[in-house]
Structures are given as structure tokens and as C-alpha cells.
């Protein structure tokens, strides 16, 4: 039988959102800050058993984050009290919503705000008689189970989290509804018009960077795509919340952000890279999104 643990492990505060994306050991994550100011995570795990236990994260900012969870374990991600409405795979998602993170395939978030989440596992060892009917057939279509389809899991779970004790008994009861929930959920096909848009547009600036170190107009890119600009603005709006020069600016100094780091190039040339002509514009910027110049970017 498995032993109950139930203990709160100390959390872990971060300010720096690159070092956060490295903290999950086996997880491919990768984090765009969409506005300035201080970003901050922090991140705890409440031990249930030896092959159990439930992992909390909450951030404070606005960003996007592609992540491929690991292994083949289906995870479930309970989107908890205080969290603003956010995106899951181009859909719209509230507190007490279930998100299903399946292994091995790109996922994205998009965080319009404070977001906190505690992520759970599917194992073998939770004898649940669907749950071994649950594979990657039976999931396509499915990212997100609502509130109401729960029994109320994410509230419980806060509520776990809050005492800091959980036992296996209660563990295996509380994912019960969910499980089922997500057995009999019937597929949701997206509309994704809107993401397809975005994400050409993402690809068609990635491409110009590369190849000419230079950002395209927004006319420029809306012509490109076939779509007028006001229909790009509105894709934007829609999935980030920000315009499509505001999240390139921010996709941009990320990107500047991670080769400063690695130490090649100049600031003077990694500005360039990016498309920033400009260095004491691209330093202002980059100042106000990261607290610090790149010059002082270790």
C-alpha cells in the first residue's frame, strides 16, 4: 500500500522568467513576457504519496508559454481561485476549469494576468477502471474540461493546497470525477481561424529576422497573409491581448535576452539580430521588461 505523506514542500520563488522555463526537470517550456514590469513564479509541490503528488505554479504577469509535458502520463492542470481569464490552445478558460496536458505534443498558454495552477498525474497507480481506456485517440479534441463537469475539483484542490495535507484515500477520490469527466468528454473541435493567423504571422516575422535581420511592417504582413490588418489586430487581441506590434517587440527582446546570455555576440550586434536599430531604444525597452540593461545580463 502506498504511504501517505502529505507535506508541502518549501516554496520556490523566481524573478527571472528564462530560469524559470529551465526549473521543471524534463519539461520543454519556453516563456514570452507580453508587458513590462517585474515578473515573478512561484512554484510548490504537496506530496501525496511515493508516486504522487501535486505541483502548484503562479505567475503575476501577462505571457505566453509553448510547453510538451513529459513521458506518456496524462496530466491534469486545475486552473485555481484568483486566476484572470486566460487561453488554452486558442481557447478561453476560467478559474475552476480543467486543463488536459497530453505528453509528448506542443502545447501553449497564453496568460492574461495572475494565473495560478496545480498540475496532477494520471499513473497506474490511481485504479481507476476508464482510466486505461484514456489514449491519444480518445484525447484528440480535448483540451479543456469545464468547471461544471467536475464536481468541483479545482476548488478542492485549492483547498488541499491551502491545508498542505492530503492522503492518498482523499487523492484518488478527489481525481475520481475528473477522470470520469474526461472518459466521457466528448471531443470539442476548435475553430482555428484565429490561431492560424497568429501563428503564420509569429513564423513569417521568425523567417525575416533570420534571413535579413529585419522586422516587417504590419502591412507588410498582413498583405502577406491575405488578411487585412484590422483582422490581424483583432487575431492578436484575441489570443494575447495585445497588438501584434507589442508582441513581436516583446517576442523580440526575449529572443535578444537569450543570446546575450550565451555570449557570442555584442548587445550592439544582438540588437541588430533582432531588428532594434535603435540601442538606446532597444536598451529602454529592454530595461523596463527585464529590470536591468542588457549590458548587466549574465
Not at 258 to 263: A, H, K, L
Request: glycine share 8%; proline share 3%.
Amino acid at each position: 500500500m502506498l504511504k501517505a505523506q502529505g507535506n508541502l514542500a518549501e516554496e520556490l520563488i523566481s524573478t527571472d522568467i528564462d530560469d524559470q522555463s529551465l526549473m521543471l526537470d524534463g519539461w520543454e517550456q519556453r516563456y514570452t513576457q507580453l508587458e513590462t514590469g517585474s515578473f515573478e513564479a512561484k512554484t510548490s509541490s504537496l506530496g501525496v504519496s511515493d508516486c504522487n503528488n501535486i505541483f502548484r505554479k503562479h505567475t503575476n504577469r501577462r505571457m505566453s508559454k509553448s510547453f510538451v509535458s513529459p513521458g506518456n502520463l496524462i496530466r491534469l492542470a486545475a486552473v485555481l481561485p484568483g486566476s484572470d481569464v486566460s487561453q488554452f490552445q486558442g481557447r478561453e478558460i476560467l478559474a475552476g476549469d480543467l486543463l488536459v496536458l497530453r505528453p509528448g505534443i506542443e502545447l501553449e498558454l497564453v496568460c492574461h494576468g495572475e494565473f495560478d495552477v496545480a498540475v496532477i498525474e494520471l499513473n497506474s497507480k490511481l485504479s481507476f477502471p476508464c482510466l486505461e481506456d484514456i489514449d491519444d485517440n480518445h484525447l484528440q479534441g480535448i483540451d479543456v474540461l469545464p468547471k461544471h463537469t467536475t464536481s468541483g475539483f479545482a476548488d478542492k484542490v485549492y483547498a488541499a493546497l491551502l491545508q498542505k495535507r492530503m492522503n492518498v484515500e482523499f487523492f484518488s477520490s478527489l481525481c475520481a470525477p475528473a477522470v470520469r469527466a474526461l472518459y466521457y468528454k466528448a471531443p470539442v473541435h476548435n475553430k482555428h481561424g484565429i490561431k492560424d493567423i497568429v501563428t503564420q504571422a509569429i513564423r513569417l516575422v521568425e523567417n525575416c529576422l533570420e534571413d535579413l535581420d529585419e522586422l516587417p511592417k504590419i502591412s507588410e504582413i498582413s498583405a502577406h497573409l491575405g488578411v487585412s490588418e484590422r483582422a490581424l489586430e483583432y487575431a492578436f487581441a484575441r489570443k494575447y491581448g495585445v497588438s501584434p506590434i507589442r508582441y513581436f517587440k516583446f517576442m523580440r527582446l526575449h529572443g535578444a535576452r537569450r543570446d546575450i546570455r550565451v555570449g557570442k555576440l555584442s548587445v550592439t550586434d544582438v540588437a541588430m539580430k533582432w531588428g532594434f536599430s535603435h540601442l538606446g531604444r532597444f536598451s529602454g525597452y529592454y530595461r523596463d521588461t527585464f529590470g536591468e540593461l542588457p549590458s548587466r545580463t549574465k
